[in-house]
């Protein structure tokens, strides 16, 4: 809808207090959910975020049937509706965290939307351009890199993964916005081996196609060498499963997320530093 989307032009931060706070300002967290999953889901998750400092959360309202749409219709449904989430962010980082760019963190695909959501070129008949109210990226799980012609790799792909890597490749906008990438190695793929090995080579395959071998790592949906992003820094968790609802521990639980949470802080404050001429 023309007027909702962030606009490129200015700095929406700029009165802020935040450049000479830059040790102690707390971040406000915008939560991008990830494919066919809703607001509910991430309920746990905010409540961690607000636990570990975050001064404020926001999760975007996207709900799984727009997800379905945008698999026939392209992203810009949704990246319209994590845009709108991401002007709710900002109007509560101004109240919250002294008006300091969002800390934004993408649960799977919702990482792309992330990246999405800082291209200058027009996305799907919709122009974003929202680095300037941006501080750090963080995704959890997100299939950066995935096979075009198979499986969940190929409808990833169509519907984010190929917008973001042509819009918007890499950690493009380093070091104004901190990147980190958060993969896991819980899960081991194997044609021959259990059950849940069974099935993780399969899922395996269908993000990367013949480069997912026997053996490879991830976190049972996404694997270790599709969820890194280049440029960014990049945390490998040991016991993460992909999403949550399981019995085992997901990225946004508390174990995980002792592990990533204190690099997304570094690398937020870190872009923070860098747009105010300071370093930390």
Excluded: C
């Amino acid at each position: 809808m023309p007027g909702d989307e962030p606009s490129s032009s200015g700095d929406p931060q700029r009165v802020g207090g935040w450049r000479d706070h830059l040790d102690t300002v707390r971040p406000t967290v915008l939560v991008l959910g990830g494919f066919l999953t809703a607001p509910p889901v991430y309920l746990r998750f905010v409540d961690r975020l607000r636990a570990r400092g975050a001064a404020g959360v926001v999760v975007a309202n996207v709900w799984t049937p727009d997800w379905l749409i945008a698999a026939t219709r392209g992203p810009g449904a949704i990246a319209t509706r994590s845009g709108r989430a991401l002007l709710e962010a900002g109007r509560l980082t101004a109240d919250l965290s002294e008006g300091a760019p969002v800390l934004v963190v993408g649960h799977s695909a919702g990482g792309l939307v992330a990246r999405i959501l800082t291209a200058t070129e027009p996305v799907a008949g919709r122009r974003f351009g929202a680095a300037a109210r941006i501080g750090a990226i963080v995704t959890l799980g997100t299939p950066h890199t995935v096979a075009k012609g198979e499986g969940i790799g190929r409808r990833l792909n169509s519907v984010v993964t190929e917008v973001a890597e042509r819009a918007v490749p890499g950690a493009f906008h380093s070091p104004k916005i901190g990147y980190v990438s958060v993969a896991s190695r819980a899960i081991r793929a194997d044609p021959d081996g259990t059950g849940r090995e069974r099935v993780a080579f399969l899922l395996y395959r269908s993000v990367l196609g013949r480069e997912a071998v026997p053996g490879m790592v991830g976190d049972g949906l996404v694997p270790v060498a599709s969820a890194i992003l280049a440029g960014s820094r990049r945390i490998v968790v040991d016991d993460a499963t992909h999403g949550p609802g399981g019995v085992a521990p997901w990225y946004g639980a508390e174990g995980p997320m002792d592990v990533w949470w204190p690099a997304a802080l570094t690398a937020w404050r870190e872009a923070l530093a860098y747009r105010a001429g300071r370093s930390v």
